[in-house]
């Protein structure tokens, strides 16, 4: 055996390339901003990903924001359909002006998402930063979000089942004031609150997240006559597989996430995790069955 050799890591056995998207906001400026990152591997194997997350787009763009992501999906649908009939971006025609493919890098990792990521590390500082950057705890953003993936699961109910529409933003008076509480999806049988870990701002969407399981609590310790006899938290976060996540992000997220399903364990409430409103909404139609 090579001593010297085993004190280095094998070589990444998948290779590969990446570029880089990007787009000029003011035409002509010259600023440039990466949206999005492309990765192409073995046998002709291609992925896209937007390298500024939908938070960050927020924080950048306020009340414009749809509207720049609106511009980031039509590049985005613009360079996928490129690479599946040509394989490559070297003859891509954007669909509008400021938009442009930076230089291809050749690179090699374990799978094509580990080659995605290098991507982000060394061409996406917006990206990276929202990932590292310090959050105060007292952010009022996480309601906003939450606002949003309520939004979107009952947009996704909607194209399953609408006749359950009616049953979202259910409000129960639970205690013997006259104070209403707000749940996310109520039938006789089955009440879900929802709730959206970011991990840009865990700290402050982790203690919305304990406030709705503290409203669920409250519901199946009530004393009403008839409540339901499921109690469900479903919690969105982005994929762990996601390659803008670093992966002192993703180890955080996977340690809150075990933590909140201990604490709802311990109070008979299920804990249901996902990554898309479609596998929510999917999830609650059966529950709602």
Known sequence: MNTLNSLFPESPSYSGCWQTIYLEPIVG??????????????????KILQALRSELLDCLYGTQSKNMQGIIDWAIESARNEIDQKGTLNSWCPPF???????????ADENIEGILKQAIRFSASLSNLALDAERDDEDIQPKKQNEQWSKSIAEELKQINPKLLTCFNQKIKV???????????????YVSNFGLLVPTRLSGSLSSVKAKLLDLESFKK????????QYEII??????????LSDKAVIRLRET???VSEIAEKEGVKLF??????????HINEQAA
Do not use: C, R, W
């Not at 009530?222 to 006899?229: D, G, M, R, V």
């Open 222 to 229: 009530s004393s009403l006559l008839i409540k339901p006899e």
């Open 29 to 46: 400026s010259g600023e440039q901003i990466a949206i999005a990152v492309v990765a192409i591997g073995k046998n002709s194997e291609h």
């Open 175 to 189: 205690s013997k004031s006259n104070v209403m509480t707000s749940y996310g999806f109520y039938t006789d049988t």
């Open 273 to 282: 995790h996902t990554d898309s409103a479609v596998k929510a909404a999917s």
């Open 97 to 107: 002006g400021g938009l442009t493919a930076g230089d291809i890098h050749l690179a």
């Open 257 to 259: 996430v075990d933590m």
């Open 235 to 244: 919690i969105g976060t982005p994929s762990f597989d996601d390659p803008t």
